[in-house]
């Protein structure tokens, strides 16, 4: 048997559709400043992503790329300023920043109204105590991911591998909220493999190539992987040995084209779910926000 093919770009094609149709009948354009600091090649390349779409979407994006010598005290000041603009509805700060600049400082420097990132202490607090309001885009998207393959999460066995704040935290807050028994695995833990084949949900997102091997599947399980590395000969590979899996998982996402293109469409999303709360109308279709 082989795995079911968990389609990331078809998924996010059909909610970029869903969000640029929100937006035309929304009658406002929101407005979305992504911040890099620095001229990091992957950073950059997202950033551009980023842009791209959101233009595609009918939001009034803007990138403002800052030097990479920039002090923190300058970001904030740009920070401060987006902040007060009427005109823009959602801030994003690209991670990593330079040594100077301490990422939490520029995080919790966004009005949590515009943090469409989902990282700043308000909304991750929200979010643990399963009253989301703006969630960080790439575990919105491993949700949407499970929900659209039609996995069943209450009360199954999740496994998040990773426990950063942009991944496997708040994953692990939303697979709970949904009612899944969820394990955290780290650098740390022993015996990940075991782990690993107790897992139903298995979502990998440990930062290392290939690091879930086949003989740590279970046959019924739905695994997810957030990892993106590139190889030194090129081609690109997840966390999760997809050869190898593929013959023994019920389900998987790709990489490329699984996790990644969710990650975009779900700040576009969130760009639209800030623009309507700060103009104090309901993002219909979108329980459990507010
Ligand atoms: N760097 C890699 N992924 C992300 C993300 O989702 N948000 C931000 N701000 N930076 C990132």
Same mark, same amino acid.
């Given at each position: 048997m082989s795995a079911r093919i968990i389609d990331g770009r078809a998924l996010a094609a059909a909610l970029n559709a869903e969000t640029a149709r929100r937006i035309a009948a929304s009658g406002f354009r929101p407005g979305l400043a992504v911040i890099l600091v620095g001229d990091d090649p992957a950073s950059t390349v997202y950033v551009r992503g980023k842009d791209r779409a959101a233009r595609a979407a009918g939001i009034a994006a803007e990138s403002i790329l800052l030097p990479a010598d920039t002090s923190e005290a300058a970001l904030l000041a740009r920070i401060a300023a987006l902040n007060a603009?009427?005109?823009?509805d959602g801030i994003l700060v690209q991670l990593p920043l330079p040594p100077q600049i301490r990422p939490r400082a520029a995080i919790e420097a966004i009005d949590p109204a515009k943090? $469409?990132?989902?990282? *700043?202490p308000v909304n991750v607090g929200r979010l643990f105590a399963g009253r989301p309001f703006l969630i960080p885009c790439t575990p919105l998207g491993v949700m949407k991911l499970l929900a659209a393959a039609d $996995?069943?999460? *209450?009360?199954a066995r999740a496994l998040v591998i990773g426990r950063s704040s942009l991944v496997g935290r708040p994953l692990a807050a939303l697979l709970l909220t949904a009612d899944a028994t969820v394990t955290i695995a780290h650098?740390?833990?022993?015996?990940l493999a075991a782990e690993c084949r107790r897992a139903e949900i298995l979502v990998a !997102? !440990?930062?290392?190539?290939?690091? $879930?091997?086949?003989?740590?599947?279970? *046959?019924e399980s739905v695994v997810i992987d957030v990892g993106i590395h590139r190889l030194p000969g090129g081609g690109l590979r997840g966390d999760v040995a997809f050869a190898e899996a593929l013959p023994v998982a019920a389900a998987i996402t790709p990489v490329?084209?699984? $996790?990644g293109p969710m990650t975009i469409a779900c700040l576009l999303e969130n760009t639209l779910t800030a623009a309507l709360a700060r103009r104090d109308q309901p993002a219909r279709g979108q329980p459990g926000r507010g």
């Open positions: 603009d009427p005109m823009i943090d $469409v990132d989902g990282l *700043s $996995v069943s999460i *209450s009360g650098s740390r833990t022993r015996d !997102a !440990a930062g290392q190539p290939e690091l $879930v091997r086949g003989d740590w599947i279970g *046959s490329p084209g699984g $996790v």
